[in-house]
C-alpha cells in the first residue's frame, strides 16, 4: 500500500499589485507602501516578537510523542470493536503535532517468526518552528489524513477467517522494538484487544490462565521485552467475569515486569476516546 507522506503547498507568496496603490510613482515610494503588507506577511507588527518568540518556547518545551497502536484482529474480536478503534485511532492521530510519530502493529497469530505487520512514521517537523504558518499547518494535516486513511487496513474487517492465533506476548516484544528506537519521546501503548493470548505457549481461551509465577520466571530467564516506562492503554478487555478478572491480573503483572505502566482505569471495554496521556497524574509519564 502506498506509503503517506506530507505534501507540500506551493512555495511563493505573491505581494499586493502596485497597480492597486495610488499615486505609487517611484519605486521609493511603492517599496514604503508595501512594507506594512510585508511585515504582516512575515508575523511582524506590533506584539509580533513575543508572539513569536513564545511559540518559539512552546515548540521548545514540547517532548515528542510516540503513539503504538496495536490492533488485534482474530476472530474472537467482533466487527464492532476494529471499527471503535478505527475511530479512536482517527480521534487521537489527530491530536499530534510536529515531530510526533505513529507506529502501527497487527498482532501476530502464533510466534515471532512471522513476518510482522507494521508501520511506523513521524509528523513532519514544522519548517517554520515557533510560527503559526498555513505552509506548515497544511502539511501536518495532510500527512496525518493520509495515516488515517492507511492505518485502516490495521482494523479492517474483512479477511480474518485465515488468523490461525493472538499471539499478544511475541507481538509486545515488536512493540518494545518501537519504543526502544525512540527513547527521548513520551510513548503511549494502545492495545486494541480482548487481552486473551491463544497460541501454542500460553492459551487463555481454552487453558488456564497463567498464575504470577509464569512471569517471575520468563522475567528471570529474560525472556520479556523492556517497555521501557511506556504507557498502556488497553480497548476492548472485559472485567465483569472470572476469567477476565484472572486475564486481567496477568497482564497487570506481565507489564509491571517489563518497566510499562498500567493503570487501572486504562484497561477498559468501550471508551469514548483515547487520553492524549492516559497515565498523566498518577504517577505515570506526564
Known amino acids: 500500500m502506498r506509503q503517506p507522506h506530507p505534501q507540500r503547498v506551493r512555495r511563493g507568496w505573491r505581494g499586493p499589485a502596485t497597480a492597486a496603490v495610488p499615486n505609487a510613482t517611484t519605486p521609493l515610494l511603492r517599496l514604503l507602501l508595501l512594507v506594512p503588507f510585508l511585515v504582516a506577511a512575515c508575523g511582524g507588527g506590533k506584539g509580533s516578537g513575543a508572539g513569536a518568540a513564545a511559540g518559539q518556547k512552546a515548540a521548545a518545551a514540547h517532548t515528542p510523542q510516540l503513539v503504538v497502536f496495536v490492533f488485534d484482529r482474530s476472530g474472537s474480536i467482533p466487527d464492532y470493536k476494529l471499527?471503535?478503534?478505527?475511530?479512536?485511532?482517527?480521534?487521537?492521530?489527530?491530536?499530534?503535532?510536529?515531530?510526533?510519530r505513529i507506529a502501527a502493529l497487527?498482532?501476530?497469530?502464533?510466534?515471532?517468526?512471522?513476518?510482522p505487520r507494521r508501520w511506523s512514521q513521524p509528523v513532519p517537523d514544522a519548517e517554520f518552528p515557533g510560527r503559526n504558518m498555513a505552509r506548515d499547518s497544511l502539511s501536518r494535516v495532510r500527512f496525518?489524513?493520509?495515516?488515517?486513511?492507511?492505518?485502516?487496513?490495521?482494523?479492517?474487517?474483512?479477511?480474518?477467517?485465515?488468523?490461525?492465533g493472538t499471539d499478544l506476548l511475541s507481538t509486545l516484544h515488536d512493540a518494545a522494538s518501537e519504543v526502544r528506537a525512540w527513547p527521548d519521546d513520551q510513548a503511549t501503548l494502545y492495545l486494541f484487544s480482548d487481552m486473551m493470548q491463544a497460541?501454542?505457549?500460553?492459551?487463555?481461551?481454552?487453558g488456564p490462565v497463567p498464575g504470577p509465577?509464569?512471569?517471575a520466571r520468563e522475567?528471570?530467564?529474560?525472556?520479556?521485552?523492556?517497555?521501557?516506562?511506556a504507557c498502556v492503554m488497553v480497548v476492548g478487555a472485559r472485567t465483569d467475569t472470572d476469567l477476565s478478572q484472572r486475564v486481567k491480573a496477568f497482564w497487570d503483572a506481565y507489564f509491571k515486569a517489563t518497566n510499562?505502566?498500567?493503570l487501572d482505569r486504562n484497561y477498559t471495554l468501550r471508551p469514548v476516546r483515547l487520553p492524549?496521556?492516559?497515565?498523566q497524574g498518577a504517577g505515570g509519564p506526564a
Not at 149 to 155: I, K, Q, V, W
Not at 200 to 205: A, C, G, K, T
Not at 276 to 279: D, G, K
Open 260 to 262: 510499562a505502566v498500567l
Open 144 to 164: 496525518l489524513k493520509d495515516a488515517s486513511d492507511y492505518l485502516r487496513a490495521f482494523s479492517d474487517t474483512a479477511g480474518r477467517r485465515s488468523i490461525a
Open 276 to 279: 492524549e496521556h492516559p497515565c
Open 213 to 215: 509465577g509464569w512471569v
Open 219 to 229: 522475567a528471570a530467564a529474560g525472556k520479556l521485552p523492556d517497555l521501557g516506562g
Open 199 to 206: 497460541n501454542r505457549q500460553v492459551n487463555m481461551e481454552s
Open 83 to 100: 471499527e471503535l478503534a478505527r475511530q479512536l485511532t482517527d480521534q487521537r492521530i489527530g491530536q499530534l503535532t510536529f515531530g510526533d
Open 106 to 115: 497487527e498482532v501476530l497469530q502464533l510466534s515471532l517468526s512471522e513476518p
